[in-house]
């Protein structure tokens, strides 16, 4: 098919995000496995504990999720705009929906100097579009590669990326809360005596600890590769939107270069929403290990990664097929 | 989008549906006995360069193929203009006389399918038609290739920031019968100064 092979899907980058996902999922399991072979090992009151940690955990992300637009507009500190107030920001959105028929979602600037946008909501008809006004005012990008960005955010909409990453933090969540809790009933309730169950519990307490340490550390990392690679296919996908891949890697540029020179005072405060920002606001040090704590992919990986892209679209001359 | 697409973060192209655009014609008669506004006789087709070489040929070859049109006897086609707005979109306007509603929608379903075919059909943005009625008021039918829906837009003379919504409304009141009108209103986009409008 014609059109078919103008918007060929990466095949390696759904082999790599399936194998990282295969990868939470087996870890997922692990866990489960592991609670319920404590629960049966115990009695009821380290099984209490665990309940409560999934309880909370669960109830953390669903709440997340849900208010994921709200929470994020009020961390950046971003208002609602109307068309009126933003003709030209609310032109370019409407135009991109229409082209990839989708609901549009809200727009809102945030007053920020940093220049970057992120997009959040639970599903297409909840989510809201944020720029800052650094990106509209002080990054210099032009229109298209403007619109390039907001492509590349849209994207991430359409991925429903705010579900895939709540679901797949939701296991490093529960498990963090559980190192937590174990760690505090260790300290509290260690010294109490409960009946026969003493030593069994005193044994088991590390034990769980231990296990869900380092549950956190392995879906912690694979929860950052995911990110990385759901950055990359809004990159792709942005760009074969916008059909002008060259723009989107300028602002790439633009954007990241900007984000040198902000005062740290910024970036420390916009960290939370890193996993959303079109750009990570915090730099990676150093080259190596520092990437694969990264939620974003390198610049230079979103570069070399968007010029296959843009070969993609040139190569294949309508003439071809 | 698929539940796959989604889990592995793709985005399939949609494809435009261009049928609907022939029921146009007869809306427009509709338009003439319910509200006065009558065909001013251009219309224009709306998408997005792909960034490169290959396009700038494509263009040449829609306007070729529209151009050959003025060339039949007795046929009062005029050439079409090729203009880019400020978003980066390019406009195709062609323009007839304004009883030939058919002629028009025949050459813009010819632009769409010589698109289609060079597979750019997920670059149509949208093809308008252009209207006016007798104290000068504009009004637009805005054709949604993705939706395959129709949508009302009326300027106010000399305003980029606001529209006759009054108006709109009415139309779409008026037009529900004839033609697919876009029920989610939030598509409805405003294209102030869009050529051919």
């Not at chain 1, 030593?199 to 990385?228: C, W």
């Not at chain 2, 880019?84 to 306007?93: P, R, S």
């Not at chain 2, 010819?110 to 006016?132: E, H, I, K, M």
């Not at chain 2, 529209?163 to 209103?185: A, N, P, R, S, Y």
Request: hydrophobic share 45%; aromatic share 8%; net charge neutral.
């Amino acid at each position: 098919m014609a059109v078919r092979t103008r918007y060929a899907p990466d095949r390696g980058l759904t082999v790599r995000m399936t194998a990282t996902m295969f990868l939470l999922g087996l870890v997922f399991v692990a866990f489960v496995a592991l609670i319920i072979g404590i629960m049966a090992a115990t009695h009821s009151s380290l099984g209490a504990i665990i309940v409560v940690a999934l309880i909370f955990g669960g109830g953390t992300a669903f709440i997340s999720l849900f208010y994921s637009d709200k929470i994020a507009l009020a961390a950046a500190g971003a208002r609602e705009v109307s068309p009126r107030e933003a003709p030209e920001l609310h032109a370019i959105v409407d135009r991109l929906c229409a082209l990839a028929d989708m609901d549009k979602p809200r727009v809102a600037i945030s007053p920020t100097a940093m220049p970057n946008a992120f997009a959040t909501g639970r599903n297409s008809k909840n989510s809201v579009l944020c720029v800052t006004n650094g990106l509209l005012r002080g990054s210099r990008l032009t229109p298209e590669e403007l619109e390039g960005v907001l492509a590349h955010e849209l994207s991430h909409v359409a991925h429903k990326d705010v579900q895939v990453m709540t679901y797949a933090s939701l296991l490093a969540i529960v498990a963090g809360l559980l190192v937590r809790f174990a760690f505090y009933s260790e300290i509290f309730g260690g010294g109490r005596g409960r009946g026969g169950n003493n030593s069994q519990a005193a044994l088991l307490i590390p034990l769980i600890m231990l296990g869900s340490a380092l549950v956190y550390v392995i879906s912690f990392l694979l929860i950052r590769l995911l990110s990385r690679y759901r950055e990359l296919a809004a990159d792709r996908s942005g760009a074969l939107l916008t059909g002008n891949p060259g723009a989107l890697m300028e602002a790439l540029k633009k954007v990241s270069g900007g984000m040198a020179s902000i005062p740290t005072r910024d970036l420390r405060s916009a960290e939370p929403l890193n996993a959303f920002y079109f750009a990570p606001a915090l730099r990676p040090n150093g080259q190596g290990l520092a990437n694969i704590f990264s939620t974003h992919p390198s610049l230079q990986k979103r570069l070399e990664e968007l010029a296959k892209v843009q070969r993609q679209l040139n190569q294949t001359t309508p003439g071809d097929r | 989008m698929g539940f796959l697409d989604t889990l592995f973060g793709r985005t399939k192209p949609v494809q435009p549906k261009l049928d609907d655009l022939f029921a146009l014609p007869s809306a427009a008669v509709q338009l003439q006995a319910a509200m006065g506004f009558t065909p001013t006789g251009s219309g224009s087709v709306s998408f997005k360069a792909v960034a490169g070489k290959t396009f700038s040929d494509i263009e040449r070859d829609v306007q070729d193929l529209l151009n050959m049109d003025t060339g039949k006897p007795g046929g009062g086609g005029l050439p079409v203009e090729v203009t880019k707005d400020n978003y980066g979109y390019t406009w195709l306007v062609a323009n007839h006389m304004s009883d030939e509603m058919e002629a028009l929608v025949t050459d813009l379903h010819a632009v769409n399918s010589a698109l289609v075919d060079n597979g750019y059909g997920p670059q149509l943005l949208c093809t308008l038609v252009a209207f006016r009625d007798d104290s000068q008021r504009s009004l637009a039918l805005v054709y949604l290739y993705k939706r395959g829906t129709f949508y009302p837009f009326a300027p106010l003379p000399g305003r980029q920031d606001d529209h006759d919504t009054g108006l709109e409304l009415e139309v779409k009141g008026v037009l529900g019968d004839d033609l697919k009108i876009e029920q989610d209103m939030t598509r409805w986009f405003p294209i102030y100064g869009a050529p051919g409008l």
